[in-house]
């Protein structure tokens, strides 16, 4: 008797079992096919194509050091290389920090820019400003610099805050002008100086 349960129940077993097993992978089956993948990872594709057509790095940071010793670290937000160009890379929210061989320091920050790092050249634009440790604060519309020399222009109009008052110039560049003779920084075409004395405390 008890011989022809167990057979019995090895029987439905048999038949219960794989039936359960058919039962678990069609509804693992409905599930997976429920899922909306097109909104699973939203924006994931447009990221995708983005970042292959234009190449985007984010937060580079170039560093050189010039024959006279001036350490030039050069630092973005974004810098990407437009849809096809070559060499030419956009950069955005641009830094550039200068410790010089004489011990000043200066600080060059511009809204957007054109790094190419081939030709060792920048080209900054947008709100460019210029701090040194010296107490000299310099807005411009433009600057260029070259990333491993220490040569830094303003091809047009500069306003400057000093120590001596206020300048206007038509063009101003940071230089080595004399190799071995410390950086320069030089006010040309058309300066117009205003010069406020300190006052002082008797």
Do not use: C
């Amino acid at each position: 008797m008890q011989a022809d349960r167990y057979s019995r129940l090895v029987g439905w077993l048999k038949v219960l079992l794989p039936l359960t097993a058919l039962g678990l992978l069609s509804t693992l089956f409905l599930i997976s096919k429920a899922i909306d993948t097109e909104t699973a990872i939203p924006f994931a594709d447009k990221e995708i194509q983005d970042r292959l057509r234009s190449q985007q790095v984010t937060g580079p940071i170039y560093y050189s050091v010039t024959a006279d010793g001036d350490q030039i670290a050069f630092a973005a937000e974004t810098l990407t290389t437009p849809e096809g160009k070559t060499g030419a890379n956009e950069a955005l929210d641009v830094e550039i920090a200068m410790d010089l061989s004489s011990g000043s320091k200066v600080i060059v920050t511009s809204q957007r820019g054109f790094l190419d790092i081939e030709k060792d050249f920048a080209d900054l634009f947008g709100d460019v400003t210029i701090d040194t440790s010296t107490g000299y604060h310099i807005k411009s519309d433009r600057l260029t610099a070259l990333m491993s020399t220490l040569d830094i222009v303003s091809p047009g109009p500069v306003q400057a805050d000093g120590p001596f008052g206020t300048l206007d110039a038509g063009t101003m560049s940071l230089k080595n002008v004399n190799a071995g003779s410390g950086a320069q920084l030089l006010f040309t075409n058309g300066v117009k100086l205003v010069y406020l004395p300190k006052q002082h405390n008797e």
